[in-house]
């Protein structure tokens, strides 16, 4: 199967350039990759290819899953373990370190603080980008292992209650996921206490749309009807001051009281890291899939890599 056929995608930064159709191709290479993900089966599509993971941000589970699904599919990674021991602490721009190791790569992933950094590195990259994550801005990636878990869960996206809670103001997964889910016929109810409610922009472009969508504050209320409820840590380190964050603070938890009224087949997820805001006891109920869907990170990364690189399964 060539796998580019229906993917004529340059680079992947935001969740907003791409149509349903091609986030459902992904989806489907991405089911094709499970057995090599799950190392039941070996593969070498990717031989002889290199991945750059720059990572300005810290990171567990994008970088080193980027990592294993390069290295699950034959091909090798370099990149800095920290900011801080990249030539950006000497006064590097990013345009300049994007230009050299996008010459010393065939693929660059970008973490970076600064909102618009993955759209930047683009345009200076002689080698396709994969945002994983610019500022409050976009996790493009993030939201397609999002996509395929609730696809994978519940047989199809479309047709799901949907709640989002936590950091929605500051959150970049919840900004790239309910893009996407509004090319979807899903119901969103977005939950969280006031200032950390969605940004009226998004608001305001869904309205304009003309996608439905319910607000609340008390997660214990509205998790009722949900049939994915999908939750978030207060992003600390974007507020801009500690005093800031302390008003909002452990303003939220999912715990056993939470569930005492939810539906069977409620799925509770998270991108993680989670700090507090769900209980460990939720862990071992049969709603918890938020490691999962960290797995699921693997088979879709690796679609996404085979897909920008053309290679052939
Ligand atoms: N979900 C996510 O982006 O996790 P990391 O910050 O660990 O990469």
Known sequence: MKLKSEFSKEHVVSIKDFSVDEIEHVLDVARTMEPVAKGRKTSDILRGKILANLFFEPSTRTMLSFEAAMKRLGGDTIGFASADVSSSKKGETLADTITVCSSYADIVVLRHPQEGAARLASKFSS????????????????????????????????????????????????????????MYDTEMTFIAPQPLQMPKEILGRLSRDGIKYDQQQNIDEAVEDLDVLYVTRIQRERFPNEEEYLKVADSYNVNMKTLEDVDDGLIIMHPLPRVDEISAEVDDT???????????????RMALLSLLLEVEL
């Open 127 to 182: 080698k396709p980008v994969l945002n994983a994550g610019d500022g409050a801005g976009q996790h493009p990636t993030q939201t397609l292992l999002d996509l395929y878990t609730i696809r994978k869960e519940k047989g199809e996206i479309s047709g799901n209650k949907i709640g989002i809670a936590g950091d929605l103001k500051y959150g970049r997964t919840v900004h790239s996921l309910t893009h996407a889910l509004s």
């Open 286 to 300: 049969d709603h918890s899939r938020y490691f999962e869907q960290a797995a699921n990170g693997i088979p879709v």
